[in-house]
């Protein structure tokens, strides 16, 4: 599967206020921006357009499933082929002239448009995010990109630099062999949102995250990549009954968001904090790993659910 991590550094034009998690709002306004950039009839329902199979938009946003595919597995509730990872502080107040970063991960051919995601995100900082501030929202600059530590997009000249800034993301082998590691702690950086038993869940026991694992690396790579890893699904869910939790300290974390698509407010929440398992985890550090790359549960495309693992000795 082909995955890019793509560093965005802006720059606030205005003095600007978002909410402490800003996942929501990068992405709602990213949306609207991407949408004026390419859509070419102006519809509003993009299910009876007649280009919708040709637009970028609606391949990113309203990602058909791959049943809707010549010849394609069916997948019921396809992931979205990207993230947006926003700042992370808790700071909802900027001033004027304030840096900030974000990351943009894209997955299979997405990497592609590329150079049409950047135009949205250039266009989003003239439209402006978070909340009005004496009557506008905050408009920002973007001032250079990087990928892998190298610039490939500077505003001086505002020219991508060429070149493939993304690499496979192959699913590495031996997902059953024997490791020797028996205790990792597990921090969950941004709102995880899992469910187990048809409802949400706030605590994570290893098989609940162990079945979140498998689902979302099954679906990305059936979707983005060569076709569904073979693995012990079940093998692996059974092993997972096994690892115990040894310390827990997670939360709930709640926010609000707005929906333009619904017009009204949503309450959001997941866990954050850290679990610390033991047990026979070697076999799962793959999972692990690129979960960590990619994200990990429900409204990921949000920056939900960014985890990281560390070994215990």
Not at 223 to 243: C, H, M, N, S, T
Request: charged letters at 25%.
């Amino acid at each position: 599967m082909l995955y890019g991590a793509y560093r965005f550094s802006c720059l606030f034009e205005d003095e600007a206020i978002l909410p402490s998690y800003k996942g929501s709002t990068f992405r709602g306004v990213f949306g609207k921006a991407l949408r004026k950039v390419v859509c070419a009839l102006k519809r509003n329902d993009c299910s009876e357009c007649l280009l919708r199979e040709r637009c970028i938009y609606y391949q990113v946003f309203e990602t058909p499933s791959l049943s809707e595919e010549a010849g394609g597995p069916r997948v019921a509730s396809p992931p979205h082929p990207f993230v947006i990872e926003p700042p992370l502080t808790a700071e909802t107040h900027f001033k004027k002239g304030e840096p900030f970063e974000f990351q943009f991960l894209l997955f299979g051919r997405a990497n592609d448009y590329l150079p049409y995601f950047i135009y949205a995100f250039d266009e989003m900082g003239k439209v402006g995010i978070g909340k009005r501030v004496n009557g506008k929202r905050a408009r920002f600059s973007l001032r250079n990109i990087t990928a892998d530590g190298k610039r490939i997009y500077s505003q001086e000249d505002r020219m991508l630099q060429k070149g493939e800034w993304y690499r496979d993301m192959s699913f590495p082998p031996g997902m059953d062999r024997a490791e020797d590691i028996t205790s990792i702690r597990l921090f969950i950086e941004t709102p995880l949102r899992l469910k187990f038993g048809n409802r949400l869940t706030a605590a994570l026991p290893f098989h609940v995250l162990a079945r979140a694992m498998l689902r979302r690396i099954s679906s990305l790579f059936n979707f983005y990549g060569d076709g569904e890893p073979e693995l012990d699904y079940r093998g692996l869910v059974k092993r997972a009954q096994d690892i115990r939790i040894a310390d827990s300290r997670l939360a709930w974390f709640d926010w609000r968001r707005y929906s333009s698509r619904q017009d009204q407010e949503m309450l959001m929440g997941g866990i954050v904090g850290s679990v610390t398992y033991e047990g026979a985890i070697g076999g799962y550090m793959p999972l692990i790993e690129l979960c960590s790359e990619v994200h990990l549960g429900k409204q990921t495309s949000f920056g939900l659910g960014k985890i990281r693992a560390e070994t215990i000795e």
